[in-house]
């Protein structure tokens, strides 16, 4: 359980180590190609202060995608495990039961067997 959980987390920080560096890439192929040069030219009333907008837009987008992936495959994660969990939990259930019912059937032969011991030592001894 131990060891399953580590691998569990290695794949978390995988996917987070892939997010960030996709993010760097994205980023920086957004700084040498001028994606939204479109955006600049809507906004020209104040060029100083929105030079790496477009980089941002675009990094804001891929960050964002890059976690709802990330989300949804901890989730698919997180079903596979409740599923594997509740499975081996109804087992545990039924092999109680069968326990249970094993100790309860043993009992009742023994009462039975006690009783008929006891029956048989008192037809000998009278």
């Not at 691998?7 to 996709?22: C, E, G, T």
């Not at 906004?43 to 891929?62: F, H």
């Amino acid at each position: 359980m131990n060891k399953n959980r580590l691998v569990q987390l290695s794949r978390a920080v995988k996917d987070l180590i892939i997010i960030a560096v996709f993010f760097i890439l994205v980023l920086t192929l957004s700084l040498f190609f001028d994606v939204f040069v479109f955006i600049l030219n809507l906004i020209k009333q104040n060029p100083d202060s929105i030079v790496y907008v477009d980089e941002i837009i675009v990094g804001l987008l891929t960050l964002s995608i890059s976690f709802a992936i990330f989300s949804w495959r901890r989730w698919q994660e997180t079903k596979r495990e409740t599923a594997e969990r509740i499975r081996v939990q109804e087992e545990l259930i039924r092999i109680a039961n069968t326990k249970a019912e094993t100790e309860r059937i043993i009992s009742k032969q023994l009462h039975i067997e006690i009783e008929q011991r006891k029956r048989t030592q008192n037809h000998t001894s009278k």
